[in-house]
């Protein structure tokens, strides 16, 4: 973003700058001059035994082979926090923290092993037991939940699909406020967003972050495209 803003200042002032850059190096020195620091401003990290996670991971195995991967989905939800600063910040010095702003939907997002299904997204309201699924079979599919910490390791999407949503919707948030820090986001156009941002996730990377999880049968006979 500093350099975008910098490109935007040189046109704003007529200043040339057919022969600036704006690289990598161009930004690390601006910083050094300034005394420019980069700082984490939220975060989380989890863990479990590796002789936890490969079973686990061998149990997964054996419940898919009985399926098709057209057929195997994975579903997660996930908060976006669609007004907040992103989580690091440059700053020329130390400074005390800042409160974030939290307004937020929940999304759940499901897709099937090989990409060709990807679900529509669904926000998650505040109610319970929301009527719209009063007439919903819960078991008409079986489900199968991950234990705790878990999820990093062999949920597709916590391997990479959803940071992919994330960076798409970060993408278009950041050119809104590099438009103007003042601009706000409201509900109706963060669903918008993740909808843009969902359509935008190549197959490619679902695969990817499928493969990555090492849940899928070694043995399958239709990869169904899958190399």
Not at 88 to 94: E, K, P, W, Y
Not at 96 to 116: C, H, P, Q
Not at 130 to 135: F, Y
Not at 187 to 216: F, H, P, R
Request: proline share 4%; aromatic share 10%; charged share 20%.
């Amino acid at each position: 973003m500093i350099k975008e803003k910098a490109f935007y200042f040189a046109q704003e002032f007529n200043i040339p700058y057919e022969n600036i850059l704006f690289s990598n190096g161009w930004i690390e020195k601006f910083k050094r001059h300034n005394n420019i620091c980069c700082y984490r401003l939220h975060g989380k990290a989890n863990s479990i035994p590796l002789e936890i996670l490969f079973e686990k991971r061998r149990k997964l195995q054996t419940i898919l082979q009985d399926y098709i991967l057209d057929n195997i989905f994975n579903a997660d939800e996930t908060s976006l926090f669609f007004c907040m600063a992103p989580n690091q910040t440059l700053v020329s010095a130390l400074t005390s923290g800042i409160k974030l702003d939290k307004t937020r939907i929940t999304v759940l997002l499901a897709t099937n092993a090989i990409g060709t299904q990807k679900l529509k997204p669904l926000v998650i309201g505040s109610s319970k037991n929301p009527r719209c699924l009063h007439r919903v079979n819960r078991n008409s599919l079986p489900l199968h939940f991950l234990p705790p910490n878990t999820t990093a390791h062999l949920q597709s999407m916590d391997a990479g699909i959803i940071k992919s949503l994330r960076q798409f919707i970060n993408n278009i948030t950041y050119d809104i406020l590099f438009i103007s820090l003042n601009n706000k986001i409201n509900v109706k156009e963060a669903m918008e967003y993740v909808a843009q941002a969902w359509d935008s996730v190549k197959v490619e990377t679902i695969v990817n972050c499928w493969q990555k999880t090492g849940i899928l049968p070694n043995n399958s006979d239709d990869n169904n495209g899958i190399q």
